[in-house]
């Protein structure tokens, strides 16, 4: 096999230009360094940039398309769904309540209606001048202690009861 004569000194230079082109990226590194970052940063505000337009013109293309009163629109929305949940747990808990028999709110504000109407009445038939309703009440409580006492002078004692069983 034969050697071409030029390979040699070709192989030479390669190698010389590549020591050479070390030398120089020694040398000149921090600079080609800043100058990669430099670009790097002015590439990356053209992305923000471009970002930033392509962002504007969605959020244009998707109000126009739902309208400016989008915000508006969802919380109608989610105001009337969410008076459906009320309304729907309320007439759960009412039906519960009416299984448990106990009186709706209505029920006990008619009450309430009926028993501040029978005080009033009785109030009216109970005043016909200067208190006579406070002696209803008092000649009341004597009878209820009156008949107590009686009842108990009837009813016989323990000891007594136990000895006439004898």
Do not use: Y
């Not at 590194?29 to 053209?46: F, I, K, N, Y």
């Amino acid at each position: 096999m034969q050697k071409h004569p030029d390979f040699d000194e070709t192989a030479r230079q390669i190698w010389q230009g590549g020591l050479d082109a070390l030398a120089r990226a020694q040398a000149q590194g921090s600079q080609v360094l800043d100058a990669l970052v430099q670009e790097g940063l002015a590439m990356q505000r053209r992305t923000q940039a471009m970002a930033g337009s392509v962002a504007e013109k969605a959020q244009a293309a998707f109000n126009q398309k739902l309208g400016d009163n989008f915000s508006d629109k969802l919380s109608d929305n989610l105001g009337q769904q969410w008076s459906k949940l009320e309304g729907l747990f309320e007439e759960r808990v009412a039906r519960t309540l009416q299984r448990l028999g106990l009186p709706t709110a209505q029920e006990l504000q008619a009450l309430k209606d009926r028993i501040a109407r029978l005080e009033a009445e009785l109030e009216a038939t109970n005043t016909d001048g200067r208190g006579t309703a406070r002696a209803t009440k008092t000649a009341a409580r004597k009878k209820t202690t009156g008949a107590a006492k009686t009842a108990a002078r009837k009813t016989p004692t323990r000891k007594t009861a136990a000895k006439q069983t004898r």
